[in-house]
Structures are given as structure tokens and as C-alpha cells.
């Protein structure tokens, strides 16, 4: 019998080389993922990028030394990925600041595969959601795995072409193209990172590429050295160059970001002013929200309105307008500084919320910083918009009971009339308005009189709208009844009739109808402004507390607020008289139902009650759900890769043990053995004879195994040529599972545990097929 040495899987030591090429890839990644800076304003996301990179490396690097198949590769990848990634990338998920939860494996899986859509929508620079920092966190992960992996395993292999060293280039290649197109207009030290980038895969390419040369190794040294020198020089001054004499203008740059609509539209839901009586007439005296921090004269902002359809004031579409009232972007903690404004710093405003339900976020002036303190907001941070024009956020999860959050805003200063005398109103881009009705134009004309400037016509329609006017919210209690709504056929009925009558509605729809008009940038805003005492630190806001008023734009000032509503309520019962009752025939009533009538109900009522008969008939508590995916995602982790792997193994073992041939069937039965010694962490190291491997492990393992018996009638099966019964196979496969089962009782239980995430498979096919081949 011939003997011939058998391939081992042992420890693959990296050389120098190797080692040179990781820190050059992983040096040109991290040049790549700087790109991002300018969508996330800072370099916070350099936590989690720097630490996808670690971890990539890490897992590239030991696979390649531990000689890991691909299979194997790819899972502890995934794993490493869940586990580590919640610390790196989500850490305010974790559990214990460490420890994976559902919230952070969700977050993991939907950065890597949403997250990308949402940084070339969300408003720079970027906060939240908090799976954003995933994306640097996978990029770098990805990048790194596979570059650390082509390094060691392809770069490190004879012979060497220089087409594998530039397709090991790719994975940096590409993160510094992805941090250009997810950036902003502004590119981060463009000219530096590009010169930086090319030289050093230049040298790099240089000096690994394989050189035949007649010369010496000091005469190649040198002409390398050369060739460096001039590689940097070219790419720092002929990169330079290029880069500052044909980059395009920053307006002209292409970024995803400004070629894709933010997929937010508030239109989807009903116009908070539509909503105006519910508050005036059914929730009258309930407590929406408390309010802390509030000065005496203060209003709370609730949403800005600058579309008229003739039926209702809305907000502007996205799809219209993307600067305008309806233009809603995904926000963090921190929000965009407003622009067209005379500022007046406010500061620990915090708004507690009681009855109040609804999407639109109250607050005061144009917010600059949120925190959500309480809660189920507290944890739907993911879910904050806002639109820096109007000053106005949404909660698309919708604010309710419990709800907490702090806020700095800064205020529009309050401008008198004389210092806008002379000041012409802005030029701002606002949507037509539709279905005005003619009396509108006629009315404001007469009430400006012979006013010149916008401000004196503004005053001058104001004032006649309060003074002239009276203010009844269509309660029982009024003197006369007043129809709610702000469409065309009401805002005739409130300027035709003898008396206008009506509430902060119609009044506020009216007098932004006839700045619009004279062509003056005009919006309506909802809100509320309750009664403040000097010095009072809490107020209590209810449905009373409602109202709305009109912003016009004016140059170098800012959108100034204007109050046409008047406060008369004793209306003059001579000027309109009630209907006087005439007799009706008797008719019998139907029988009164104690349900309401649709008809009856707001449309922020009627929406209400669609979600309510959508409940559902029982519902665990939130703290289960919790405890029991916290348990079962790290138990997923762990055992669905066991569970692979031993079906991987079960499978192993059966082709081996149901072979057609039956000397094949008792070499499976020691090739199975070798396997299992092997994944239990034993040196199966190279030797001549299954005879000596035998008696290697033998010393290896603490306990009696007899190998060398099972070796020599393996070997007597394979080679002898006789034939081999049913009856022999299977005490040969009893014996190598009673030796493998002893095997595992010596080692310790860690080792028993990793041995379940370690797939190996003998090459003792190799040796029987050549020494068959020289048997006589």
C-alpha cells in the first residue's frame, strides 16, 4: 500500500503583504464613507462606519485564517452583523446600552435595505430615523467583508495578475461614489479625498503588480520608488487641477436628493380648520394639552394653511410646490433653523397632552430643537416632519394621551404698524387661489378705501372685519346662529348679509381672501391662544382656547400676524331679526335614536370613529411583546445557524453511510470520525496512513477510543479487495459513533458548542482513489 500524504485545514498565518493590502483597502474606505459627512451635518456617523469597518475586517481576516468555507463565512457575517451592530450603529436600542432588542434588529434590517431611500429624502442634516446611522454601519460592514476577503484569500494566491488587485478595488470604489450621490450640493474636501484616493490605489497598484525585470531588486526598488513619486505628484497637481477648473457649480452638481420628492403628503389627511366647531362646540371645555413656559400674549401654532380651493384652506401638496406649507421632511431632535424671520429666542417650552388626538404637533413660533420626553411619542421619533417655512410639525403616529415634549423655538417679533409703513410685502411663491368668491375683491376694496400702502390697506380691511363684525360660534347659547364652514358660499354669506357673523373661521378665511387679492402673500393659521396670566408657569389649554389668524409676508421682516376677529358677541337683535315661527301641521315624529347621525359629525370626528370600529377585540400588553422578542431574536441568532448546520451535517453523514459501494460506505464511516474530530477542535494534522492518524488522536483525546483498530479495518476494506458485508459497515459505523461520542465527553463544553457552527469534510477520497490506482 502506498502511502500519501493528506491535505489538512489547519491555521493559514497572514504574511506582510497581506497585511499591507487590508490597511490599504480599508484606508481607501474609510476616504469613501467621509462622503457622507454633508447628510449628516457632523461626524456622529463615523462611530458607526469606523465600526462596520472593524467588524467587517475582523470577520474577513479570521475566516480566512481559521480557513472558513464560504457557507460558514456568510453566517457568522450575519451574525456578527445583528450582534455587534446594535451597539455600533443603534445603541440608544439596545439593552443595556449592548445587548441586541427587537427595536435594534428591526432597525438593522430595515436601515440596510429602506435606509438608502430615506437619506435621499430626509431634510440634511440628518437625525433621524434612528436606523440612518445603519447605513455607514452597513456600507462600511459590506465593503470591508468582502475586500478583507479577496485580500486574503485571491491576493495572497500564486501566481498574481493585476486585474484581481483592481477588482479588489471595487468595494472602495464604489462607497466613495455612494457617499457623492446620497451627499448634498456642498461635497466634503472634494479635491483632498479625491487626490488622497488616487494616489495611494495608484502606488498601491504599482507596487503590488507583478514585475519580471532582468535587473537586480535595488534597481527595481528604485524604479519603483520613481514611479511613486511621480504617480503622487500627478495625482495631487493634475487632480487638483481638474478638480477646481471643470467641477461643476454647486447647483449643477447631481445628488439623488435633488432629483427625488420627499414621500410625505399631508394632503392624505383632513384640513385641521375643517375640524375649526368640533373644537368650539364639542370639546369646549376639555383639556387638550398643558403648557409650560408661556408668556403672557403668546399663541400656539397648530398648522399654516396656504392653499384655497374654493371649498376649504389646506395646505400645499408636495407635488406642487416643494417650498411650501405642505412640503413635510423627516426630522431628528434637531430642526432647520427658519430663514425668513425676525427672531425671538424661546426656550423650555414643554407641552403635555391630554384629550387632545390628532397628527399636527402645537408649538410656539418656528421650533429649533424637539425632544420627545414621554409617551408612545418618545419611542415614534422616526415618524416627526416638519416644514421649516411654516414652522409647522406632524406626528404621522398621532399624538395621545401621555405624550411629552420639550421644544426651542424662536419667535416672529411682534412689528407695529408705523414701522411697517414703508416696507413693501415679500415676494414669496404661493399657489393660486381657486373659487374665491367675487365679493370678496369688491369688499376689500371698499373696506381699504383710499389706503395707498399694503400695510395701511391691510390695517384698514382688518379693522372694519373686527370692528363691524360680530362673533358667535353657532352654540345654543348665541344670540344668532352662525353656519359653520369657510367655503366660498360661507365667506359670501358672512360679507353680504346686513351683519357679518361668524368666529375666527371665517373671519381669518375672509381677510386672507382679500390680501390675496391686492396679490399679497397671505396664509391662514390654526391654532390656539389661551388666557395667560403674568408670571403664570402652567396653562391649560381646552377647546375654547381655538383660533385662527392671517400671516402677510413683508420684505426684510418676516410673515406679521394679523387678528381680524372681532370680539363683540351682543349681537343687535333689531339689525338681524329671528324668523318669526308660523303654525305647522301636526306630524308624527319617528322615534329618536340615541346613535349620532353621520351627518352631524365633523370630518375629524367621522375619521375618529372609522379607526375606533377598526379596534381590535383584545390586545396584550406592550412590556409582552418586549420581553418575548428580546428572547426570541438573540435565541433566533444563535440557533437558526446551529439548526443549518446540522441539517448540513445530518445530510453529510447520510451520503456517506447510504454510498453504493461498500468499502466507500466504511471509508465514510472514517471520514465522518475525522470530520467530527476536526469540528471538535482536534489537530487532524497530515500524516502518511489512516494508521497514524490514529494513533495521533489517540494521544490527543483523554479517553479511550480505539482508533487504531477502526483505522486498520477501514484500511482492510478499502484496499483488500474483498467483498464487505452489511453486518461489517455497521459495526464499523457503531464503532467511529462510540469514538466520537467519547471524543466529545474529553473535550469541554465550549468546545462541544462551537463545534455545532464548524462544517468540515475529509479529502480521504483523494487518497483511496490513488492508492487504488497503484495496488497491484
Do not use: C
Amino acid at each position: 500500500m502506498t502511502e500519501t500524504s493528506i491535505p489538512t485545514r489547519g491555521i493559514r498565518p497572514l504574511t506582510g503583504r497581506t497585511w499591507v493590502d487590508i490597511g490599504v483597502l480599508l484606508i481607501l474606505s474609510v476616504l469613501g464613507v467621509l462622503g457622507f459627512e454633508p447628510s449628516f451635518g457632523g461626524y456622529g456617523f463615523l462611530i458607526a462606519g469606523i465600526g462596520g469597518l472593524a467588524l467587517g475586517a475582523a470577520i474577513g481576516i479570521l475566516a480566512s485564517v481559521f480557513r472558513l468555507n464560504v457557507i460558514a463565512l456568510v453566517l457568522i457575517a450575519i451574525v456578527g452583523y445583528f450582534l455587534f451592530g446594535t451597539a455600533i450603529a443603534v445603541p440608544q436600542q439596545a439593552l443595556f446600552g449592548v445587548l441586541p432588542t427587537l427595536a435594534s434588529v428591526e432597525s438593522l434590517a430595515i436601515g440596510a435595505v429602506y435606509g438608502w431611500s430615506d437619506i435621499v429624502t430626509l431634510r440634511t442634516p440628518i437625525g433621524a430615523p434612528a436606523y440612518i446611522a445603519v447605513i455607514p454601519y452597513f456600507a462600511t460592514w459590506i465593503v470591508a467583508l468582502i475586500s478583507t476577503s479577496l485580500a486574503t484569500r485571491w491576493l495572497s494566491s500564486r501566481p498574481r495578475s493585476a486585474w484581481r488587485f483592481a477588482i479588489t478595488l471595487i468595494g472602495p470604489v464604489v462607497l466613495y461614489i455612494a457617499g457623492i450621490l446620497i451627499g448634498t450640493a456642498v461635497p466634503y474636501q472634494a479635491g483632498i479625498r479625491a487626490a488622497v484616493f488616487a494616489a495611494l490605489a495608484l502606488v498601491w497598484l504599482g507596487w503590488r503588480r507583478p514585475t519580471i525585470t532582468s535587473s537586480g531588486p535595488n534597481r527595481l526598488r528604485s524604479r519603483k520608488l520613481a514611479g511613486t513619486a511621480i504617480v503622487v505628484a500627478g495625482a495631487v497637481l493634475l487632480g487638483g487641477s481638474a478638480g477646481f477648473f471643470f467641477a461643476p457649480p454647486k447647483d449643477q452638481r447631481f445628488v439623488l436628493r435633488e432629483e427625488i420628492q420627499p414621500p410625505f403628503d399631508p394632503l392624505n389627511y383632513p384640513s385641521p380648520l375643517s375640524g375649526f366647531r368640533h373644537y368650539t362646540k364639542q370639546a369646549t371645555d376639555d383639556l387638550l394639552f398643558t403648557v409650560s413656559g408661556l408668556k403672557t400674549g403668546d399663541t400656539i401654532r397648530l398648522a399654516t394653511l396656504d392653499s384655497y380651493t374654493g371649498k376649504l384652506w389646506n395646505v400645499t401638496g408636495p407635488k406642487t410646490s416643494t417650498a411650501g406649507s405642505g412640503s413635510f421632511n423627516l426630522v431628528g431632535r434637531t430642526l432647520p433653523n427658519p430663514t425668513f424671520i425676525t427672531p425671538v429666542v424661546r426656550t423650555n417650552v414643554t407641552f403635555t397632552i391630554d384629550s387632545y388626538q390628532d397628527f399636527w404637533l402645537p408649538s410656539v413660533g418656528y421650533p429649533t430643537r424637539l425632544d420627545f420626553t414621554a409617551g408612545p411619542a418618545k419611542a415614534s421619533t422616526d415618524s416627526l416632519r416638519y416644514n421649516d417655512s411654516t414652522g409647522t410639525a406632524v406626528l404621522t403616529t398621532g399624538l395621545v394621551k401621555g405624550d411629552s415634549y420639550t421644544m426651542t423655538a424662536e419667535e416672529q417679533r411682534v412689528i407695529s404698524v408705523d414701522d411697517l409703513a414703508k416696507d413693501p410685502t415679500a415676494t414669496v411663491a404661493l399657489p393660486p387661489v381657486v373659487g374665491s368668491p367675487d365679493v370678496v375683491t369688491s369688499k376689500a376694496q371698499e373696506f381699504a378705501g383710499k389706503a395707498a400702502t399694503p400695510i395701511a390697506q391691510l390695517e384698514a380691511i382688518r379693522l372694519v372685519l373686527a370692528q363691524k363684525g360680530f362673533l358667535s360660534h353657532g352654540r345654543a347659547s348665541d344670540a344668532v346662529a352662525s353656519r359653520a364652514g369657510h367655503g366660498a358660499d360661507r365667506i359670501s354669506e358672512l360679507l353680504e348679509r346686513p351683519q357679518m357673523i361668524g368666529d375666527q373661521e371665517q373671519y381669518a378665511s375672509a381677510f386672507a381672501l382679500m390680501a390675496r387679492s391686492y396679490n399679497y402673500p397671505a396664509r391662514v393659521v390654526m391654532g390656539f391662544a389661551p388666557k395667560i396670566a403674568e408670571g403664570q408657569k402652567s396653562v391649560r389649554v381646552t377647546g375654547n382656547d381655538v383660533t385662527a389668524w392671517v400671516e402677510v409676508a413683508f420684505d426684510k421682516v418676516g410673515w406679521v400676524a394679523f387678528n381680524p376677529t372681532p370680539k363683540e358677541t351682543d349681537i343687535p337683535q333689531a339689525q338681524v331679526p329671528k324668523p318669526q315661527s308660523l303654525p305647522q301641521p301636526q306630524v308624527r315624529q319617528p322615534p329618536r335614536s340615541e346613535k349620532k347621525s353621520d351627518d352631524l359629525l365633523t370630518p375629524v370626528e367621522l375619521e375618529k370613529q372609522k379607526k375606533d370600529e377598526k379596534g381590535l377585540l383584545f390586545s396584550l400588553p406592550g412590556w409582552v411583546y418586549i420581553l418575548g422578542l428580546s428572547i426570541l431574536v438573540p435565541a433566533l441568532l444563535v440557533f437558526v445557524p446551529m439548526l443549518i448546520i446540522a441539517v448540513a451535517k445530518r445530510r453529510r453523514a447520510r451520503r456517506r453511510r447510504t454510498a453504493v459501494r461498500s468499502e466507500d460506505r466504511v471509508a465514510g464511516a472514517w471520514d465522518e470520525l475525522l470530520d467530527q474530530y476536526s469540528e471538535l477542535g482536534y489537530s487532524v494534522i497530515g500524516k502518511t496512513t489512516r494508521v497514524h492518524i490514529a494513533d495521533d488522536l489517540e494521544r490527543q483525546v483523554a479517553q479511550p477510543v480505539m482508533l487504531r483498530s477502526l483505522a486498520i479495518r477501514t484500511d482492510e476494506a478499502v484496499f483488500s479487495g474483498w467483498p464487505v458485508d452489511d453486518q461489517t459497515t455497521e459495526r464499523v459505523w457503531t464503532e467511529a459513533s462510540a469514538s466520537i461520542e467519547a471524543a466529545r465527553e474529553a473535550v469541554t463544553g465550549l468546545r462541544r458548542f462551537l463545534s455545532r457552527y464548524r462544517v468540515r469534510k475529509a479529502r480521504d477520497w483523494a487518497l483511496r482513489m490513488a492508492t487504488r490506482k497503484k495496488k497491484p
